[in-house]
């Protein structure tokens, strides 16, 4: 693996930070990114662990920002790209501020995509290359206090599987991680912690970037974390939506005061 290149985004904190560390006792060079300074603690860190890595500090729901990643990847072959980058946002979608579910959706969705196509393509053209896509289950139920997310975790989810079988037989594959709860920073940015989901059990974001890098290497369409999540995710299937967008509402609604 001497020489092959991991791109990581969103790879400050959580899940991503993991899939740093995962992909570096692997061997991979790598390229890291965030939006915030922390990414640079972070590349500090891996290279302690005897990394090569390289950090950018690039706000990924913009096209200018997602361009600086790829002007930083410069002609260098992206063997793995694991697309981590994503924001949550908590409150009634009607309370929120119209620039902060647009900053989301731009994160979550375009800016996801943007650089998809932007490497695929590459990767296509050479014929091998292996993306990871962090979805999550909330994309199977209705996210009541939780709409935009979820909402654009269900896009991802769906991408995913389509992306994975139209680049069949190319030598590019596309795996979906949809984990569960996972502890990391999201719960305060998403303005989550005065919630029942804020205050839940999570899983080790540890465990959950294992899971993904292994389903990724083995080049799976998808892998839900946990034995548990797998045992919702099919409950989901059975239960009718508006049920479980009630369900969720008891979970991420802001406690009363």
Same mark, same amino acid.
Not at 81 to 86: D, V
């Given at each position: ?61 913009? *096209?200018?920002?997602?361009? &600086?990643?790829?002007? +930083?990847? /410069? !002609? ?8 981590? @980058? %994503? ?28 650089? *998809?196509?932007?490497?695929? &393509?590459?990767?296509? +053209?050479? /014929? !091998? ?8 289950? @909330? %994309? ?39 984990? /569960? ?77």
């Amino acid at each position: 693996m001497k020489h092959q290149l991991a791109v990581i985004t969103g790879a400050s904190s959580g899940i991503g930070r993991e899939l740093g560390f995962v992909c570096a006792e692997a061997g991979y060079h790598l390229l890291i990114a965030a939006d915030e300074p922390q990414i640079h603690e972070v590349a500090a860190a891996l290279r302690t662990r005897g990394a090569n890595v390289s950090s950018v500090e690039a706000d990924l729901s913009s *096209v200018e920002g997602v361009q &600086r990643l790829c002007d +930083a990847i /410069g !002609d260098r072959e992206v063997d793995v790209l694991i697309a981590n @980058a %994503g924001v949550g946002l908590g409150q009634g979608f009607l309370d929120q501020n119209v620039d902060d579910f647009m900053h989301l959706l731009n994160t979550n969705i375009s800016g996801t995509l943007l650089l *998809v196509h932007q490497i695929g &393509r590459k990767m296509r +053209a050479r /014929g !091998d290359g292996r993306i990871l896509i962090v979805g999550s289950i @909330a %994309g199977f139920l209705p996210g009541s206090f939780e709409a935009a997310y979820n909402a654009s975790k269900a896009f991802l989810n769906s991408f995913c599987l389509a992306l994975h079988e139209e680049l069949r037989g190319t030598g590019v594959s596309v795996t979906c991680l949809m984990p /569960g709860v996972t502890e990391s920073d999201y719960f305060r940015r998403a303005g989550l912690l005065n919630t029942k989901i804020g205050r839940s059990k999570k899983a080790s974001p540890k465990m959950v970037a294992r899971a993904g890098f292994q389903a990724m290497t083995k080049r799976h369409a998808r892998i839900i974390s946990g034995f548990m999540n797998n045992v919702r995710v099919v409950l989901m299937h059975f239960l009718p939506a508006p049920f479980l967008a009630r369900q969720h509402r008891r979970w991420a609604e802001p406690d009363r005061d």
